[in-house]
């Protein structure tokens, strides 16, 4: 088994496991507490502030420790994570029984912190494999192809783990669908530790040595971790990334399933069409971008994807501001053909990252490449909360485009010299 083969492998059980659980504990939450919406908002909100502001901290650790402790606490806290949380919501009484009771301050509180734990250690697994390890052991020749593959499996997951969960969620037994998807949970964690762990092993000389601190100020760490952020190599395209995730115009995105749904009427099963062609339309980059990699160059080919997803995010905003029936599928169609260079932009920030990032400071500068989409993520949060109303989706949608315009124009003084066509 190759370590390409392992590492993807071991992505695909991490991304699966995590797209599973993200769409189950909404749904569990809503069950044991109808018509209490604010508090799924809650839960996840509360994440990415934690997100935003421990991510520096923890994922600096990939600078300090082995792979192999990176791998135990990782794996490890998303298993506590499944685990307690399993305790938490099956203890709750009245569970899926459709009565409205109120939420105890100490359960959310506590079931908050779990998926804190949880979250950060999946995003440490992510940055650590993705960044980390197959940056020293994937050949630059290689990486292009490798980081298609990432995304592909990405996608896969992306659309299997919602559909297969949803049918486990559908056992009539109280308990039995959530307990089964936290049991799988579980049992991916073992495979892929022990994955990762034989690929570490076989490839000794990359291990890592406890230089600082472990525990210090979050606040600190990421205004330290700016003060290395300075390097044009991997800075301007890490930005780029960063506005792009301020656009509400995405198939998975909640602001923009809400107003299909309360504003354009859309049905459940039209909404659910335009979500998986999200994803059918983010394949086709990763089939065309090593190709076009290799006869552009890194540079070239990030820029040809960004302005491909500005061109069609601005002819969304076209179709959205017609006054005609037929404009809502205009804009769907916009939105839909735009995430191919959202999606090719994005392997290319990644193989950014992954070249130019200096080995030592690799989890400083992605702590601190996290925590900016973190707070984009915010920003968007409260955004939506202002300007609650389907009518205010409006500012949203130019903000949005807004967004892309100015990812783009950021790229724009990108100068790599490096990022030659490959021969």
Known sequence: MSIAFKILLSRFLTRFGDQSWD??????????????????????????????????LVLRWIDQLPRKTI???????????????????????????????????????????VGIVGSLGSTLMEISVGYDLAADLISGNELAKFNSRLKQVDLITEVMAPLITGVILMIPIPYMGFSLIALFNLLT????????????????????????????????????GIGHFRDSRYVIPMLSYAFLWLSILSPHGVLLT???????????????????????????????????RKKLGLNKAAKFFLAQQLIFVLSSCVFFFLPF???????L???????????????????????????????????????????????????????????????????????????????????????????
Not at 29 to 44: N, S
Not at 325 to 331: H, L, P, R
């Open 189 to 224: 964690f073992l495979p892929e530790y022990y994955l990762l762990r034989s690929i570490n092993e076989s490839k000794n000389g990359f291990q890592k040595t406890l230089s600082h601190e472990l525990i210090s100020n979050p606040i600190k760490e990421f205004i330290d």
């Open 71 to 113: 791998y135990k606490i990782g794996i490890g806290s998303q298993t506590l994570a499944v685990i307690f949380s399993w305790i938490l919501i099956v203890s709750r009484h009245g569970f899926m029984t459709g009565a409205t009771v109120d939420i105890p301050l100490d359960f959310f509180l506590m079931l908050s912190l």
């Open 333 to 423: 169609l916009m939105i839909l053909i735009s995430r191919i260079g959202l999606y090719g932009f994005s392997i290319a920030e990644s193989e950014a990252r992954q070249v130019f990032i200096p080995t030592v400071i690799r989890g400083r500068i992605n702590g601190v490449g996290v925590s900016l989409t973190s707070l984009a993520t915010l920003t968007l949060f409260f955004l939506g909360t202002f300007l609650p109303s389907s009518k205010s989706f409006t500012i949203m949608v130019c903000f949005s485009t807004g967004a892309v315009g100015i990812a783009f124009a950021i790229l724009l003084f990108w100068k790599e010299p490096f990022s030659k066509p490959q021969n």
């Open 258 to 292: 809400s107003y299909l749904k309360d504003n354009a009427k859309l049905s459940e099963i039209q909404i659910s069409f335009f979500r998986g062609g999200g994803a059918l339309f983010g394949l086709l980059p990763t089939l065309i971008y090593a190709p076009l």
């Open 23 to 56: 769409f189950t504990v909404p749904l569990i939450l809503i069950a044991i507490f109808p018509g209490h919406i604010q508090t799924v908002a809650g839960y996840f909100l509360l994440s990415k502030i934690a997100q935003f502001f421990f991510n520096p």
């Open 325 to 331: 029936s037929f404009s809502i599928w205009g804009f």
